[in-house]
């Protein structure tokens, strides 16, 4: 497995993985508890595979998206989408960054290729890999497989995106 030291997270076993510390491990609630369903935290949302319907409302016209609901059922603090490609990718996005706070990516099918400011070379994730994106960091996605398939999670679930200048991002 390969851990580029700029994401290694504090706690880890010795093939680089997150390992959670009885530290972080909660030994009293939180919160009192158990609460109801009309006045737990989160919102009760199902959403059936059988009724997925994905739209091309997204930030890249190669790639169609289907909410997943957990924006609805957290009042907006999270989001998570399924998006995967319709044609190909033609060329990079372009240097870019969004102004939220957590950014995840698991990817489901296909392949993706990232460059992130302050981690060097590409960063490729296949089917199975995970990503946690430095929320607010700019990056390039310079290239993808034409069956990519990933879901998104964000924090919060509604955000911007921004592009950089060309002379900028031309110097990464």
Known sequence: MEVYEALRPTNHNQDGQHVMSTEETPTAPRYDGPRSLATAHSGFRL???AE???HRE????DSEYRDLGLAEATGGRIGVKHIRGIGPFEQPTGWHWHDMHAHFVYVLRGWIT???EGVEGDVTLHP????SQPGGVPHNVIARSDDFEVLELNLPAAYGTFDLEPARGAAR
């Open 128 to 131: 199975g890999d995970s990503l």
């Open 52 to 54: 997925a319907r994905f």
């Open 114 to 116: 990232f460059r992130f």
């Open 58 to 61: 997204g930030l890249r016209a």
């Open 47 to 49: 959403l059936r595979g």
